[in-house]
């Protein structure tokens, strides 16, 4: 076991040479593979029309078939910041209602031993099941009733519902892995409930906060149907519908070249907002708290 | 005036089946170091909880200092607990750690930083004051958990298994540390473990418990010595206590071959008669008292041998396990003769398992 016979050191010798050759190559093809539509939209919106059109495709275009083109197009056509800001709102409401309601249900699941837990676990649950595609002309009767038409609490509400059960969840299951000697610990140190809450706990629940929450903006951000459905002002559409509804100078024209800054345009605050949490995600900040 | 606890007919039930707490009453006092010491699930983390204050008890009262605290919150008590898991908070540094009990109880600041800095110098913590519990090992965790209590000059200090997340090199070390920090102070200690070396060499008395009662609570050495049952018999000393349930007739014990006699003023028909491994020895003269038996199993514990022995009887077989110096070089199915000292039989009822005790001659006139 100790003996290492000349063949065994080759052999580890050899082996990462390979190695170092065919695990960036695996992983530069994998990332091309996944990033492949995101790259093609991002080159199309920097391209001119004449560049887009041609055939054959023009990957690696000249000089002069660059364009910023494209981004003035859809500002000067359409009010895109306004597009950029109304989603924003919807999300970020979405968001903190989503978390600010979820965590505290999720806290109370954890924690408390309520009666028929099982059944409210499975009713949270069951409200997954839906696709939204069949909710929302019953959710748009909803909406007219109570005249909610046009008003981004047409969007805020149905959005933070949508959303409650994977947040209860994820929260839930954060929670009950959290050690409950902390709660206790914070108690005999004085800690009143609220105090020990926002003190203790909330600190502690932030990686998992900020993994929820980007869930819940995402798909926030990139919802359709109901935003196509209950918004029908133009100064108050979200980038997916208005990003779909972009048209050209006449109606046998598709836009591509709009259409591929609108993705570019709607996809990079999410982008953004995903880097900047990273951090956060992936810390673990309960270590250390107990032994581990 | 001292600082002292006192626990009256302390009873905790989660459900009607479920009762953990079943009638605790016992009283701690100043320069005590009680440990509350068990198996699994025989409510003595409970009992510390109900202390704390972070379970309520269904019945019953916890005085502190003979002030009933039972309906006060945690924070309202005064007490201060050292966690199994430590519990350190893993967003503060370790002087923010120590410093929240007091903070939160509007002490002074400079008041807060003397009694820091003097618990610190006492465990040599000056170095880790601003690192995070996640950069610390787990002994330091557990001297800064310990400080956390300490600090704030409770009225009585909980501990849970403090020793219990260490490795086993580490716990004895740390054992005898808490030895001497707790022996140089004057307030109540209440130790809870499973763990009778602990126990035993921590405590200055200890409270033995089973399925929520109090079985015995008494000094280590008497717990040892004189156990009330047949189960702190059997769950204090380490290898277990040799039972063996033996027929009486005329006042003596029928063992095997030879005969016992039993404690002054009983009679019963059979009685549980234990002995300590330990206290087992090989018979050292033929007109000795002694039970014939052939040795069927030797485990080498380094510095003795634990020797199974079975004695042979009329009926069926009985085992014998004992403790023998390695200088008896036993083997196998060898043939050895064991002798039972009087002095260290104790001697059980059957039915309940308590102590059978001579009875002293007067209460025999009298009774």
Known sequence: MTTTSPENQQATVHRPSVRRFILPIAVALTVLFCLAPILWELLTSFKTDDAIAEIPNVYFPSPN?????????????????????????????????????????????????????????????????????????????????????????????????????????????????????????????????????????????????ATTGILTFIAAWNEFIFALTFITREDMKTVPVAGAQLGGASPFEIPFGPIAAATVLGTIPLVLLVLIFQRRIVQGLTSGAVKG | MDKKLDLVALRKAYTPTVVPVKDISLSVGAGEFLTLLGPSGCGKSTILRLIAGLEQPSSGQVLLNGRDVSRLSPGDRNIAMVFQSYALYPHMTVYENIASGLKLRKTPSGEVQSRIHEVADFLGLHELMNRKPGQLSGGQRQRVAVARTLVRRPDVFLLDEPLSNLDALLREHVRAELKQLFGSQNTPVVYVTHDQTEAMTLSTRVAVLNNGYLQQLDTPERIYTEPANRFVAGFIGSPQMNFLQVKCEAGQAIVGNSRIPLPLGSNPKEIVLGIRPEHVHVAQSSNEPALDGQVFLVENLGMHNLVSVRIASGGEPITVRALLGMEHRLATNTPVRLAFPPDSIHWFDVGAGDRVEATTPSMVRNG
């Not at chain 1, 500002?75 to 709102?89: G, Q």
């Not at chain 1, 696709?131 to 509400?157: A, E, K, M, Q, T």
């Open chain 1, 65 to 209: 078939q660059l364009t910023l083109d494209q981004y003035q197009k859809l500002f000067e056509r359409r009010p895109f910041l306004n597009y950029l800001f109304n989603s924003f709102l919807v999300s970020l409401a979405s968001t903190v209602l989503a978390l600010g309601i979820g965590a505290p249900a999720a806290y109370a699941l954890a924690r408390l031993k309520l009666q028929g837990e099982r059944i409210i676990l499975a009713g949270v649950l069951i409200v997954t099941l839906f696709p939204p595609i069949l909710l929302f002309l019953g959710l748009l009767d909803i909406v007219r009733y109570l005249n909610l038409g046009n008003n981004y609490l047409s969007l805020i509400i149905p959005y933070t519902a949508i959303n409650l059960p994977l947040t209860i969840l994820v929260m839930r299951s954060f929670f009950q892995q959290l050690p409950k000697d902390l709660e206790d610990a914070a108690r005999v140190d004085g800690y009143s409930t609220p105090r020990m809450l926002l003190d203790i706990v909330l600190p502690m629940t932030l990686p998992a906060l």
